[in-house]
């Protein structure tokens, strides 16, 4: 705070950074003491060092559920997903922004059309057709609603638009086709857009909850945010198992988050402003 | 986070793409061909979008408009009822209270998690050591996912040996029952929701502040404005757009709130915190009552929509752009 020149105004500003870092990262980090109480310790009270500390609480969760395999379940439907939006949006995106096609406005109205339609509208038919199809409880039903999506053939429709055409031209002389032009010329230029695609997509599919309830019955299909929420009802007094999953789904994020945190946070603040 | 985009589209409605100038008329039946060929492209590279969002979007929009015409359990035939579905929706009460239950959830979770967003920017916005550091702490939760921010905060809010009520216990404040009570249930779902969404929101408005040219504030500093008046004639307007896109996101995913609802209290105790997606699966997936469900879902649709453009339209009132 530069223009504070009273010490009071400084120790309060402190004061709100500290407090404010204590209220979002106190939770996480009480999640990771209690998954590592005893559960016996537990019904006593909470404490903040544990005593004897210990992993009984993952081990009894490994028992209960296929966590490797839901962990891997949440990751590569989130991976194939994003990569399916990354291709199907930026093909899109193509099209809107540089081909010429009778119908195209219609066509790009129709797109956003479905942006307006939230999936917590669509389970139910969705549901219905995916049983329909006998498609229900497969990793396929779990993809269907994220193969692509309308977002970000509008974002990326934006980026590819701001893409000069001069550069398409000269290639055009060479003999490049529309596939070539889209490859090498615009795919590299709306890299950040992508990036920003691919954080929204990644993420909305890590934490997609409602699809995955509604679709999936058997656990091994069951990604970490379902998993989880049926430990609840084997341990509803069990916060040290509930807890212990908990961490287990957090850590795989927060290592792509740590890693990739520039890019998300860019991403996140550049759909704000504009 | 697909919401996200009814606004992207709201916030700013951007003049059609800059397009390519049609070619110069050379030779007429070239050009045709041409555009033929352009065409015929345009199809190669709309398909792999299309398709999917015809099946997994259009196809299930039309079919639940189609179901909520008629009676049905999702197991026996189909049984044409015309509007009856909506008529008793609206008729019935229950409908009320799971939207003035959504209603409830937007009015406490929007301005807790504005003033604490805004409140993080500002602070952050502030020459200080440690500040990536500190602004990559409090996005934390908003990479967590729902049910994980549901299940944490469900056992920090544990009336029987939850941390919260035993520091609350210590300096002798009352102990609310939390989720497990009535009257304080949607509040403990509005508390961990804005938490989890507090960092989302600090970085929209972080991002906000930081576009505000610098010059104002010397030009104001110079013309002898105190730090409030800075704040409420220069930032606040200037945040406008901002702020803009994080009332229409909250209030869009405020509206299709679950997750945490199912998770923390099932819509419990009792449908005291019952809200709209929950009553939506819940007759679907418990009561066999797909149609309705369905029903209930148009209205929602509606009643999104009707916000969105309500928004869109009071926004000329208050959304400065500089």
Do not use: C
């Not at chain 1, 949440?74 to 990569?83: E, P, R």
């Not at chain 1, 299909?221 to 084997?234: E, K, N």
């Amino acid at each position: 705070m530069p223009e504070t020149r009273s010490r009071i105004a400084r120790i309060a500003f402190y004061a709100a950074v500290i407090l404010g870092a204590v209220i979002m990262l106190f939770p996480f980090l009480w999640t990771v003491i209690t998954s590592i109480t005893p559960d016996g310790s537990l019904s006593k009270g909470p404490t903040l060092f544990v005593e004897d500390p210990t992993l009984d609480a993952y081990r009894t969760l490994f028992d209960t559920l296929p966590m490797w395999r839901i962990v891997l379940n949440s990751l590569g439907v989130a991976i194939v997903s994003t990569a399916l939006q990354l291709v199907t949006g930026s093909m899109a995106a193509y099209a809107f922004g540089r081909l010429h096609f009778p119908g195209k406005n219609i066509v790009f109205g129709a797109y956003l059309a479905t942006l307006m339609v939230p999936l917590q509208v669509l389970v139910v038919p969705l549901f219905i057709e995916m049983r329909a199809l006998q498609l229900q409880d497969t990793y396929f039903a779990l993809l269907a609603p994220g193969i692509a999506s309308a977002f970000g053939v509008f974002l990326l429709r934006q980026a590819v638009s701001a893409v000069p055409t001069e550069l398409d031209e000269a290639a055009v002389l060479d003999g490049a086709g529309h596939l070539r032009i889209f490859a090498t010329i615009v795919l590299p230029q709306i890299r950040p857009a992508l990036a920003t695609v691919a954080v929204f997509a990644f993420m909305y599919s890590w934490n997609n909850f409602l699809w995955p309830l509604v679709v999936i019955r058997s656990p091994e299909l069951m990604t970490l945010p379902l998993g989880l929420s049926t430990l609840q009802g084997q341990f509803t007094t069990q916060w040290d198992v509930v807890m212990a999953g908990s961490v287990v789904s957090i850590v795989p994020i927060a290592m792509v988050y740590l890693l990739a945190q520039r890019h998300i946070i860019a991403g996140i603040a550049h759909t704000g402003i504009k | 986070m697909t919401q996200a985009s009814v606004t992207e589209t709201a916030v700013e409605p951007r003049s059609e793409a800059t397009e390519t100038p049609p070619p110069p008329p050379l030779r007429r039946k070239a050009s045709k061909r041409r555009r033929r060929r352009q065409a015929l492209w345009a199809l190669v590279f709309l398909l792999p979008s299309a398709v999917p969002l015809v099946l997994f979007t259009i196809t299930p929009m039309v079919s639940s408009a189609w179901v909520s015409l008629h009676e049905w359990n999702l197991i026996s035939p189909m049984e044409w009822v015309g509007l009856d579905n909506y008529r008793n929706l609206l008729t019935d009460p229950q409908t009320g209270t799971v939207f003035l239950h959504t209603l409830m959830y937007v009015a406490g979770y929007l301005p807790l998690v504005y003033v604490g967003g805004l409140g993080l920017a500002l602070l952050l916005n502030q020459k200080l050591k440690g500040r990536a550091f500190l602004r990559a702490t409090y996005f934390l939760p908003v990479v967590t996912s729902w049910v994980v921010v549901a299940l944490v905060w469900q056992w920090l809010l544990n009336p029987a040996n939850g941390i919260v009520n035993e520091v609350l216990g210590t300096l002798g404040l009352p102990q609310p029952g939390w989720w497990t009570d009535p009257d304080w249930a949607l509040p403990s779902v509005i508390l961990a929701s804005a938490w989890k969404d507090l960092g989302f929101v600090m970085v929209i408005l972080l991002a906000g502040l930081q576009a505000i040219p610098s010059d104002y504030y010397e030009a104001a500093r110079v013309d002898g404005a105190s730090a409030w008046q800075r704040f409420y004639r220069i930032t606040l307007p200037l945040l406008s757009p901002s702020t803009f896109f994080v009332v229409v996101i909250s209030l869009i995913n405020g509206f299709q709130v679950f997750d945490q609802v199912y998770v923390m209290t099932g819509g419990g105790p009792s449908g005291a915190s019952q809200v709209v997606v929950g009553q939506i699966y819940d007759l679907t997936f418990r009561y066999g009552r797909a149609a309705e469900a369905s029903a209930l879902s148009w209205i929602l649709f509606v009643v999104l929509l009707v916000v969105t453009v309500i928004q869109i339209r009071v926004q000329r009132k208050w959304v400065h752009y500089a």
